[in-house]
């Protein structure tokens, strides 16, 4: 079982930035593919980025590449989303989600193990 933690939402201006955190419980958390998903408001949930748990090995929806970056710090059981050059479309509830070795697929939801509760991201224009 692993828990997710979302953390570092907020409200900024277009063309700021942001960084979110998502902690996870437990000791295995090296062994996971993490992933990254958004749901703009009135919209379906979609995928945003994915670090894969066998490597520095990183995928990104077409609409964040050039702005956002994944990492992760297994030391510290933690993913990162670090956000620039925000736009107004991407304001949304954004997720992180665990998937256990996962190597292919990582942009599908069904892919994903668990969830994090999210946390709210608004940029203003």
């Given at each position: 079982?692993?828990?997710?933690?979302?953390?570092?939402?907020?409200?900024?201006?277009?063309?700021?930035?942001?960084?979110?955190?998502?902690?996870?419980?437990?000791?295995?958390?090296?062994?996971?593919?993490?992933?990254?998903?958004?749901?703009?408001?009135?919209?379906?949930?979609?995928f945003v980025a994915a670090i894969r748990w066998s490597?520095?090995?990183?995928?990104?929806?077409?609409?964040?590449?050039?702005?956002?970056?994944?990492?992760?710090?297994?030391?510290?059981?933690?993913?990162?989303?670090?956000?620039?050059?925000?736009?107004?479309?991407?304001?949304?509830?954004?997720?992180?989600?665990?998937?256990?070795?996962?190597?292919?697929?990582?942009?599908?939801?069904?892919?994903?193990?668990?969830?994090?509760?999210?946390?709210?991201?608004?940029?203003?224009?």
């Amino acid at each position: 079982q692993v828990q997710l933690v979302e953390s570092g939402g907020g409200l900024v201006q277009a063309g700021g930035s942001l960084r979110l955190s998502c902690a996870a419980s437990g000791r295995t958390f090296s062994t996971y593919t993490m992933g990254w998903f958004r749901q703009p408001p009135g919209k379906e949930r979609e995928f945003v980025a994915a670090i894969r748990w066998s490597g520095p090995i990183t995928y990104y929806a077409d609409s964040v590449k050039g702005r956002f970056t994944i990492s992760r710090d297994n030391a510290k059981n933690t993913v990162y989303l670090q956000m620039n050059s925000l736009k107004p479309e991407d304001t949304a509830a954004y997720f992180c989600a665990a998937a256990f070795r996962l190597e292919s697929g990582m942009g599908r939801e069904a892919s994903y193990d668990y969830w994090g509760q999210g946390t709210q991201v608004t940029v203003s224009s």
